[in-house]
């Protein structure tokens, strides 16, 4: 098997979605190439694999299928007998699968062995169980159906019980785009919905800006994720400017008053936009530019510019930044902008993980967002100004107050022995559904365990045990995360009990009496494997 790579964005009158294509028909689609049955191709769309397509036939040229020439005509995508086809297993990726892959357009064979590496494991997971997609959703929908009515989910459970592990395959499972991120002690406000940060420009001056928390820039992504009637390919061709850059420093771009006259931009020092810069005597040499005299343009500055609105409050240079967006339009694909009626929505779902949600300071770090989280209102009847709402820039999605869209849901885990779960108060508990996850209901995370049934075993004889002490209960049983630590420990369960299990166990019993005495009976049980000889005892060497 030999491992391919093929882009697979737009093509044709209207700049038609060639993924979607591919994707319908099962086929892979390109010139004559060196691809035989059997090689796998990584499709992309961008710079994402969104998918694995698994060539199962020969090659035969696009002109001798009636049916894909009348939609090559229907698109007006050019081809001549030089384009084939070929059927493919077509391996969608679920979300959390997809990778970046930057590499150059067309089809090109895969050097890189990191990536052939991660493609292999893909197929052989795929192929294992190929219907684990449909799977996945039935076994999840239960909690979709949670999440969809109430948005935000905290589950709940005993330490290990797979609980992050389960938030993000309901997330997968909706085929949501995923945020994540863990609450601690020191995390707060700035952190997760603004704040001021300090940034340093091309010329070295230091400053501070408004930034975006995590959460506020995630229900950014949200809301700004097109309609189904919206034209914005914005990203996409950002990307190829980036990379056209990368591999040639620079472009020159004609100004739109006098297009006999250019200027050449380049990426800043620090990779986050485009720079026009002043040279000595007006010679190119690259890192030679003059400190203080450089021009500015931000990705979000030119994507102002693309939907008609100003690039900076005040205007400024931005008949340099319309310059770029035209020269972008010209050479590099970019659509005109048309945004989606205020009828239609988008059907992306977004889901936001908030591990380990209850040892963060939840007021500090939520403030006004109590209000617009809650689930009857959500949406722009839940907007709220938040506390640097004064210096929110103009033509910010969020300029006339911050909420959170209705396509954004919120699943939070916790642990319920935790201390810090007395600190949320009930103005919080009851914006949330809590779901409890006991320890033998999410072991299908152990699927790819060598050592799966005597795992399960081992941690339901352990925690039958546990439930026997006195103070303890099931909100302390052993989950099955733990036992993935097997595979650091080639199988070795001594060693799982030695270095993880005994001092947790060990934690939970500080300042009882007895604590030798009852870690060894937990001990026993963790060690009875009865049950896999018939329920007769194991015999003495």
Not at 495 to 502: N, P
């Amino acid at each position: 098997m030999e491992f391919w790579k093929l882009g697979c964005d737009y093509w044709g009158k209207g700049r038609f979605v060639f993924y979607d294509l591919i994707k319908a028909e099962s086929i892979v689609i390109c010139k004559e190439c060196d691809v035989q049955v059997g090689d796998a191709v990584a499709i992309t769309f961008g710079y994402n694999v969104n998918a694995i397509a698994i060539i199962i036939n020969q090659w035969q040229p696009v002109t001798n299928l009636p049916h894909l020439e009348s939609l090559f005509h229907k698109y007006e995508i050019e081809y001549k007998s030089w384009v084939y086809v070929a059927n493919c297993k077509f391996i969608e990726l679920p979300i959390n699968e997809r990778f970046n892959y930057h590499v150059s357009q067309g089809i090109s064979k895969i050097q890189n062995k990191s990536v052939i590496e991660r493609i292999q494991r893909i197929i052989s997971e795929y192929e294992s169980n190929t219907v684990f997609v449909n799977k996945a959703i039935e076994m999840y929908q239960p909690y979709i159906n949670l999440l969809r009515s109430t948005h935000n989910l905290i589950l709940t459970g005993a330490p290990g019980t797979g609980k992050t592990y389960l938030a993000r395959q309901i997330a997968d499972a909706m085929g949501a785009e995923v945020g994540f991120v863990q609450f601690h002690p020191s995390y707060d406000y700035t952190d997760f919905v603004e704040g001021l940060r300090p940034i340093q420009d091309d010329n070295g001056n230091v400053g501070f800006e408004r930034k975006d928390g995590v959460f506020k820039a995630f229900c950014k992504k949200a809301v700004s994720f097109p309609k189904n009637d919206t034209i914005d390919n914005f990203n996409e061709t950002w990307d190829k400017l980036v990379d056209t850059l990368n591999e040639n420093n620079y472009i020159d771009v004609p100004f739109l008053s006098n297009k006999s006259k250019s200027f050449r931009v380049e990426l800043n020092e620090y990779g986050t936009g485009l720079a026009n810069r002043t040279y000595p005597n007006d010679t190119y040499e690259q890192g030679g530019w003059i400190s203080g005299q450089s021009k500015f343009f931000s990705k979000d500055q030119l994507y102002n510019i693309y939907r008609g609105l100003s690039g900076v409050p005040s205007g400024g240079h931005d008949n340099y930044r319309r310059a770029i967006v035209e020269e972008m339009k010209k050479s590099l694909g970019l659509k005109i902008y048309k945004e989606g009626s205020s009828e239609t929505k988008s059907d992306k779902n977004f889901v936001f993980i908030i591990d380990e949600i209850n040892r963060g300071e939840i007021s500090k770090i939520f403030g006004e967002l109590f209000f617009s989280i809650d689930p009857g209102y959500r949406g722009e009847k839940g907007r709220v100004q938040t506390q640097y709402q004064n210096i929110v820039e103009d033509g910010d999605i969020f300029k006339k107050g911050f909420f959170v869209p209705e396509n954004v849901y919120i699943i939070g885990t916790m642990n319920d022995i935790d201390r810090s779960v007395e600190s949320m108060d009930f103005a919080f508990r009851r914006r949330f559904a809590f779901k409890e996850i006991k320890a033998d209901e999410n072991v299908g995370m152990l699927d790819k365990l060598d050592q799966k049934d005597e795992a399960i075993n081992r941690m339901k004889k352990l925690n039958a045990a546990i439930e026997k002490v006195d103070g303890l209960s099931s909100a302390y049983h052993i989950g099955a995360s733990y036992f993935l630590k097997l595979n650091d420990y080639k199988g070795d369960f001594d060693k799982l009990w030695e270095y993880h299990l005994e001092g947790l166990l060990r934690e939970y019993l500080r300042g009882t009496q007895n604590v030798d005495n009852e870690i060894e009976k937990l001990k026993t049980a963790y060690n009875d494997e009865s049950d896999h000889n018939n329920g007769q005892p194991q015999q003495a060497n």
